[in-house]
C-alpha cells in the first residue's frame, strides 16, 4: 500500500471550533488532493495542491483551508467548524508516473 | 468533466461474474475511463483505465464500445469479498500528472453466498 497517513482517524468537535487534519506521505508524490464523503454525493474535492505552497480550490471549499509547507504534508483546516462539515474526509495522492491515485483511510470528524 | 452514471446497486452471488455498465454520453476525445473500487472504511482504491476496445488485469476486465459512450466493468468469479462501491470516472488518464478525479455515487455491489 502507498505511504498515506491520515491523523487523526476519528475526531469529535464542537461547533464553532477549529479544526485540522493532517496527511502525510512518504511517496514524494507531487499531488495531494482532499475529499470528503457524505452519503448520497460520493466523494467531493475540496482542495488539492500541486507542490509545496501551491493549493487550489476544490468544487466544495467554502470553510476549508489547505497549507502544504513540506511535499510529504498537507493539512486541512476547518476554521470554525459547524454540523454540515461532520463527513469522512480522504486524502489522496498522485504523481506523473503512477495511472493511479492513492487514497488514505480516512479521517471521521463528528462535529456536534 | 463527462458525467457519468451507473447503476446505484447490484446484487450477485458468489462465482459469478458481474457486469457493471457506466454511461458518459459527453466523454471528450482525449478522456479515459477509469474504475475504482472502494470498501467500507476504506478509500478508493483503482482497479483499471482503458481508453478503447477492451483492457484486461489481474482484477478484472474493462469493455469500452467504438462510440465510448459506455464503459462496462467485468468481475470474473466474484467473492464475497468484492462487495464494495465500484466508481465509474471519466477524465485525462492518470500517470500524466495532476488527477481531478470527480466521483459520483458509484455502484454498490453485493454478492452473497
Known amino acids: 500500500d502507498a505511504g498515506i497517513t491520515q491523523s487523526p482517524r476519528h475526531k469529535v468537535t464542537e461547533t464553532g471550533t477549529p479544526v485540522t487534519l493532517r496527511c502525510h506521505q512518504t511517496?514524494?508524490?507531487?499531488?495531494m488532493y482532499w475529499y470528503r464523503q457524505d452519503p448520497g454525493h460520493g466523494l467531493r474535492l475540496i482542495h488539492y495542491?500541486?507542490?509545496?505552497?501551491?493549493?487550489d480550490k476544490g468544487e466544495v471549499s467554502d470553510g476549508y483551508s489547505v497549507s502544504r509547507s513540506k511535499t510529504e504534508d498537507f493539512l486541512l483546516t476547518l476554521e470554525s467548524a459547524t454540523s454540515s462539515q461532520t463527513s469522512v474526509y480522504f486524502c489522496?495522492?498522485?504523481?506523473?508516473?503512477?495511472?493511479?491515485?492513492?487514497f488514505g483511510q480516512g479521517t471521521r470528524l463528528t462535529v456536534v | 468533466l463527462a458525467k457519468t452514471t451507473q447503476p446505484i446497486s447490484m446484487d450477485s452471488y458468489e462465482g459469478q461474474e458481474v457486469n457493471i455498465t457506466c454511461s458518459h454520453n459527453n466523454i471528450a476525445t482525449n478522456d479515459y475511463i477509469t474504475w475504482y473500487q472502494q470498501f467500507p472504511s476504506q478509500g478508493p482504491r483503482f482497479i483499471i483505465q482503458g481508453y478503447k476496445t477492451k483492457v484486461t488485469n489481474e482484477v478484472a476486465s474493462l469493455f469500452i464500445p467504438a462510440d465510448r459512450k459506455s464503459s462496462t466493468l467485468s468481475l470474473p468469479r466474484v467473492s464475497l469479498s468484492d462487495t464494495a462501491v465500484y466508481y465509474c470516472l471519466v477524465g485525462p488518464p492518470g500517470g500524466t500528472g495532476f488527477q481531478k478525479l470527480v466521483f459520483g455515487t458509484g455502484t454498490r455491489l453485493l454478492v452473497s453466498p
Open positions: 489522496a495522492i498522485s504523481d506523473s508516473v503512477n495511472t493511479e491515485a492513492f
Open positions: 495542491s500541486y507542490g509545496v505552497k501551491d493549493t
Open positions: 511517496e514524494n508524490h507531487r499531488y
